[in-house]
């Protein structure tokens, strides 16, 4: 049984830095897909950034470029999303999702998720 659980949220003021974590269990993931959703209220869930288990490949959202970066601790089975320059938008649960990937390309749609953490709280305040 997969399991992730995300930790490092919380309460930050603009242009402050958080890094989340994503411990991953139940199995192997060398062949997985690790991604980073965020969903605000009233808003839909949206990719925040993904990339292989194995590192080749990393992807962003436009909103994610040049300030947040997607990491592997592959030892510790951790993935981790490092936030900089954080701005009130950011403002979002954030969670974690991993796939068995087939192909190498970016998978950004939820819906293509199989396992989900349960969510970590990031608030950034103006």
């Known amino acids: 049984q997969v399991q992730l659980v995300e930790s490092g949220g919380g309460l930050v003021q603009a242009g402050g830095s958080l890094r989340l974590s994503c411990a991953a269990s139940?199995?192997?993931?060398?062949?997985?897909?690790m991604g980073w959703f965020r969903q605000a209220p009233g808003k839909e869930r949206e990719f925040v950034a993904g990339?292989?288990?194995?590192?080749?490949?990393?992807y962003y959202a436009d909103s994610a470029k040049g300030r947040f970066t997607i990491s592997r601790d592959a030892p510790k089975a951790t993935v981790s999303l490092q936030m900089n320059s954080l701005k009130p938008e950011d403002t979002a649960v954030y969670y974690c999702a991993a796939r068995n990937m087939l192909y190498l390309r970016t998978y950004s749609s939820g819906d293509e998720y199989n396992y989900w953490g349960q969510g970590t709280q990031v608030t950034v305040s103006s």
């Open positions: 990339g292989s288990w194995s590192g080749d490949s990393t």
């Open positions: 139940g199995r192997t993931f060398i062949r997985y897909f």
